[in-house]
């Protein structure tokens, strides 16, 4: 008789806690998998996916503007929110299915209700009563987090309804400057909605490379977002024609939709995660060592739940190596140092590596290599739009420790860039590339000339 009726309880199936349940599964263990809303989890259901699809509905805009100074006659086109929204529901839902036709293909079994543990072994699920089980994996991930002390806070959203408008608003207000309120403001503002994106703080992106920083808030003016910087919401107020944003400083604009993204938290509300002696950090995420182990010793979380790099990829990655090391006697640790990561802006960022200020607050002395120009594409169109590529190389080992990238196409580079930055590759070797001609990214591997920095000087 097994001591417990399962081995392994995973929490959420999002990216984490399916890839984590199917490898355990596949292993020869009991996997049970608790999902209280549908299965793929954030990425699939709320996040990345229909993010990126309204992405690419969004870009055609722009597309049809360069498509003229190519010879192209556009009469007529229309956007259709409500057939959009229709196709995009289709899709989330196929490939919801998909997850979970490969969570069953893997022999683990699913269970719909929110799970809760009563102790250390033994999770409840609502509606379904108790099971028990040998390991626990918390895979919850994070949901968007609102200021409920804000006065008219209730006529505000978060991305989990933008996903889900009846109605493309004529006009919208974005609070945040991370990746999601950046993503959405050039979404909506591609679709033809006035769009002000409203930022605390001296410039967006936070973290990121300062010239990527003040490159991307260019280029999202230049095609229309209405960035206001250094002010934040004092209040909503509904009027007769729409609701009113309030903003420290005393202005204030009106909008139909009001979108807030100021982060996410790690969803652990109602989990009981107490009663099995899981410790939280200050900011609610359950707390893990290298191995993804939390302080209950049969216990364990991966993904935005644990809040280490809240990435898809990044909780596939963990997920993955929790499985190695738990089921397959392959003990193994995901390695967080330079994970590459793209914001899907118009025109996009890709990044890998440190920031300049970073890395020279880590080696002293840097080489930084930098260039703006025209895309051949645009320029040809007579746009004006300007790509930014920077390399960020340590003076001392010649060491390409940063890259960074905003222009089109750029999440698409920085990937293959990554593998560089990764392993190391110096500046001269970079350098023996041979350009692809003629692409944005030959620029990459042709900057030899070093770019002083204004006010560096030779300290640099
Ligand atoms: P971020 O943490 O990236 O950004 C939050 C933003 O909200 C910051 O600009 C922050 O300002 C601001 N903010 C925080 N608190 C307040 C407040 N009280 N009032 C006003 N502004 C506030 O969160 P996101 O929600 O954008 O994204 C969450 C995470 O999801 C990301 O960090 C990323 O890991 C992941 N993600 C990745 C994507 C991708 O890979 N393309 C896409 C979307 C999400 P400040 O800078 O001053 O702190």
Redesign the pocket.
Same mark, same amino acid.
């Given at each position: 008789m097994a001591k417990y009726d399962y081995d392994l309880f995973v929490i959420g199936a999002g990216s984490g806690g399916v890839r984590a349940a199917r490898l355990a599964a596949m292993s020869g263990a009991k996997v049970l998998v608790a999902e209280e809303h549908r299965v793929g989890g954030t990425c699939v259901i709320r996040?990345?996916v229909p993010?990126k699809l309204m992405v690419y509905a969004s870009e055609f805009s722009h597309s049809f503007e360069t498509a003229k100074g190519f010879g192209w006659t556009i009469d007529n086109a229309r956007f259709d929110w409500s057939e959009f929204l229709r196709e995009k529901d289709k899709e989330i839902a196929r490939l919801s299915g998909v997850y979970v036709r490969n969570l069953e293909n893997a022999g683990a079994e699913l269970v719909h209700g929110k799970a809760r543990l009563v102790d250390a072994h033994t999770v409840e699920v609502e509606g379904h009563g108790p099971a028990t089980a040998d390991k626990i994996l918390i895979a919850t991930g994070g949901r968007?987090w609102m200021?409920q002390e804000l006065p008219g806070i209730e006529h505000g959203i978060s991305s989990n309804e933008a996903f889900h408008l009846t109605e493309l608003p004529k006009r919208i207000v974005i +609070?945040?400057?991370?990746?999601? +309120?950046v993503?959405f403001a050039c979404i909506f503002n591609g679709l033809g909605v006035e769009t002000h994106l409203v930022?605390?703080?001296p410039n967006?992106l936070?973290g990121f490379d300062d010239d990527i920083r003040t490159h991307v808030t260019e280029e999202m003016g230049r095609r229309g977002v209405k960035v206001i910087l250094a002010t934040?919401h004092e209040a909503i107020e509904k009027t007769a024609t729409g609701l009113v944003s309030r903003f420290t400083g005393g202005h204030h604009c009106e909008s139909d939709v009001v979108m807030f993204?100021?982060?996410?938290e790690p969803y652990v509300e109602g989990l009981g995660l107490e009663t099995a002696g899981v410790k939280l950090d200050e900011r609610g995420a359950v707390v893990v060592d290298e191995y993804s182990r939390s302080s209950a010793p049969n216990i364990w979380a991966v993904g935005d739940v644990t809040n280490r790099?809240?990435?898809t990829p990044v909780a596939i990655r963990e997920g993955h190596a929790f499985a190695d090391t738990v089921f397959y006697d392959r003990p193994t640790s995901f390695d967080h140092e330079t994970v590459a990561? +793209?914001?899907?802006s118009q025109p996009p960022v890709g990044t890998v590596g440190l920031s300049e200020a970073d890395a020279r607050h880590k080696y002293g002395k840097v080489d930084i290599y930098l260039t703006r120009f025209r895309p051949m594409k645009t320029a040809f169109a007579g746009e004006d739009e300007r790509c930014l590529m920077k390399l960020v190389v340590d003076q001392a080992s010649q060491k390409v420790v940063g890259c960074h990238i905003v222009g089109p196409d750029s999440a698409e580079m920085i990937q293959m860039a990554a593998i560089a930055v990764k392993i190391g590759v110096t500046k001269p070797q970079w350098d023996a590339t041979c350009a692809v001609h003629p692409t944005l990214a030959e620029e990459l591997v042709t900057l030899r000339e070093k770019y002083m920095p204004p006010g560096l000087g030779h300290a640099a």
């Open positions: 996040g990345c993010k968007p200021p +609070a945040g400057g991370g990746y999601i +309120a993503e930022h605390r703080g967006i936070r934040q993204a100021v982060g996410r790099i809240n990435l990561s +793209a914001v899907f």
